[in-house]
């Protein structure tokens, strides 16, 4: 018997559609369409993972007979398009790490101002100096937590979508619904504590004198709800991509190697493959401009904590993140 015709019977006895079979392996539905006709043939690495779906040996698939096994009601896959790759699970998990590390990013500053603000307190003083080198302590800390955090999370992120480069849009109206009223909520709140601390800064801020403990602890409860607010923003921002599978696909796409992008465009046609060749020369352009934006921001930031030892000296980093967005919101406008 051919490969053909094994894979043929084995997603039979599981009632498995070509696009579930897709999802699982990593590739396109066309690439599944191709192997049943014969038309192409997958990579050794595609081959081990349809031996894992279907629990056989890569010689019983490409040279045995297969077609004499049984079907296996109890392992069948569902008529309708499901999550049968835990992808709704890794993207919540990626949503809520990604939000925790920003949170500690932004609230580092705040971290470190309460230290500093409870050490003048007890010491009766106004000792600037000691106020910012717990400011400095507190970002540090804060920061390597957060990078604790993200380097892994973007990590197995971006080997997730290595892995699983096509998804099957399996949200239903009613889901996606009520993911958009939680995205709604979270956005409200997280804006809602982005506000608040503003208004405790403008409303406390003046009632103290400059450089006492009391106005930095009142610059410490603002950073420190503004780092709330970011963190609940952007676990909402990535709620809503969990459910945009189309941008999902793109982008899991446009992040292959080379090798992998041009193999993958060989199942598109002509249309399709110019539009994904242009998505990916806009994701490297709004990386590599982003990550100068923010090298520029920190380069910014970094003497005006420890040299002139400004309250604001978080303010790049924000302003760094606008521009971000500006940029990436310029280069993905529409043609």
């Known amino acids: 018997m051919s490969f053909r015709d094994n894979l043929q019977h084995l997603r039979a006895t599981r009632g498995m559609t070509q696009e579930q079979l897709a999802m699982m392996v990593g590739v396109s539905r066309q690439s599944v369409t191709k192997w049943e006709s014969e ?20 010689d019983d698939l490409v040279q045995g007979d297969l077609t004499t096994r049984a079907g296996e009601p109890k392992r069948a896959m569902p008529q309708e398009a499901g999550d049968s790759i835990g992808y709704e699970e890794h993207c919540r998990s990626h949503a809520l790490r990604l939000a925790v590390s920003v949170g500690l990013f932004v609230g580092g500053s705040g971290a470190g101002m309460l230290v500093g603000a409870l050490m003048q307190a007890m010491a009766a003083s106004t000792n600037d100096e000691a106020s910012s080198i717990a400011i400095g302590v507190g970002v540090l800390i804060f920061v390597a937590a957060g990078l604790a955090l993200l380097i892994p999370t973007t990590t197995g992120h971006n080997a997730f979508r290595r892995e699983h480069p096509y998804v099957i849009d399996f949200y239903s109206a009613k889901e996606r619904g009520k993911n958009e009223r939680l995205r709604a909520r979270e956005l409200a709140a997280g804006i809602s504590n982005v506000l608040l601390g503003a208004i405790v ?11 006492s403990w009391q106005e930095s602890l009142v610059m410490s409860l603002m950073m420190i709800l ?53 998505e990916r020369q806009k994701s490297k352009a709004t990386g590599t401009s982003c990550a100068l934006v923010m090298l520029g921001a920190t380069i910014i930031a970094l003497p005006l904590l420890f040299v002139t030892k400004v309250y604001w000296f978080w303010a790049p980093w924000p302003i760094g993140g606008v521009a971000c967005g500006i940029i990436g919101t310029w280069v993905n406008r529409k043609d």
């Open 39 to 58: 038309r192409a043939y997958p990579e050794m690495d595609k081959l081990l993972k349809i031996c894992q779906v279907f629990d056989c040996t890569i």
């Open 201 to 211: 800064a403008m409303v406390l801020g003046d009632s103290f004198d400059n450089g």
């Open 226 to 278: 503004i780092a709330i607010g970011v963190g609940v923003i952007v676990h909402a921002g990535a709620l809503w991509d969990m459910t945009n599978i189309e941008k999902y696909n793109t982008e899991a796409l446009c992040s292959l190697s080379q090798k992998e992008f041009e193999s993958a465009m060989e199942d598109l046609d002509e249309g399709e493959r110019r539009r994904m060749v242009r």
